[in-house]
């Protein structure tokens, strides 16, 4: 079946760190790749997406690239700041019948101090 | 609402108790989605509505667990005999279209549910 394997946490950063969270992937076919992130008090948003092997999604600073040979979709910020804390989530939807059916990660916890 | 509401927020429900979970998806998306998510661990899908017809409901841990949306809009998750184990986060989801693959799918805040 289909699976995704996040980096544990929590991860502590200093402000202006740079971030990874690794997400390794198993999945039939050609899966799309998301991550979502959770703030405090608040449900799930989508922050990037990719839907095809080598493209690279990007939002609000934070950047991710679908990787087949690896089945990777590690994201990464060259400079974190204090309102980036939050948990994130890596999840993947397959291709073909079922394709509406999210599979998520464990989740990180992300804290970045000043 | 802009975005999708769930209700209650929060419940406590002693064990044995029926609950019942409403989620209003974003106006005029066709399909919703519920997740159950325990502590520390992701969502796990648990049913997928398009419309009123509900598609697949492969994720139901058990036949305690109900789910419905007749009139295609507001969605209705009912755990009957609730017990320990249920206690999770309850995430209702809902997208404009038929949430094939690479789709925006957008979630509410979430309903906590603590059995005791």
């Known amino acids: 079946g289909n699976s995704v394997t996040q980096m544990e946490g929590p991860v502590t950063l200093s402000e202006e760190a740079f971030l990874t969270i690794n997400c390794t992937y198993t999945?039939?076919?050609?899966?799309?790749l998301f991550w979502y992130v959770q703030y405090p008090g608040e449900g799930l948003q989508l922050l990037l997406k990719?839907?095809?092997?080598?493209d690279k999604g990007s939002n609000k600073g934070f950047e991710a690239t679908y990787r087949k040979e690896t089945t990777s979709f590690h994201l990464e910020k060259g400079s974190v700041q204090v309102s980036d804390s939050a948990v994130y989530f890596c999840?993947?939807?397959?291709?073909?019948?079922?394709?509406?059916?999210?599979?998520f990660g464990k989740g990180t916890k992300l804290s970045v101090i000043p | 609402g802009a975005g999708v509401s769930q209700s209650p927020r929060y419940k406590v429900a002693k064990r044995g108790q029926d609950v019942a979970l409403r989620c209003d998806p974003i106006?005029?998306?066709?399909?919703l989605f519920w997740y159950q998510q325990a502590l520390g661990q992701g969502p796990e899908f648990l049913t997928y509505?398009?419309?009123?017809?509900?598609?697949?409901k492969s994720g139901l841990p058990s036949d305690r667990f109900f789910a419905e949306r007749p009139e295609g809009s507001v969605s209705t998750l009912k755990i009957q005999r609730t017990q320990q184990e249920d206690s999770a986060v309850y995430l209702c989801?809902?997208?404009?279209?038929?949430?094939?693959?690479?789709?925006?799918?957008?979630f509410g805040e979430g309903s906590w549910l603590t059995v005791v």
């Open positions: 989801a809902s997208s404009l279209d038929r949430g094939t693959g690479g789709n925006t799918i957008y």
């Open positions: 999945a039939t076919g050609y899966p799309s």
């Open positions: 990719a839907t095809k092997a080598d």
């Open positions: 999840a993947l939807s397959a291709s073909g019948a079922g394709s509406y059916q999210l599979t």
């Open positions: 106006s005029g998306h066709v399909s």
């Open positions: 509505f398009q419309n009123e017809a509900q598609l697949d």
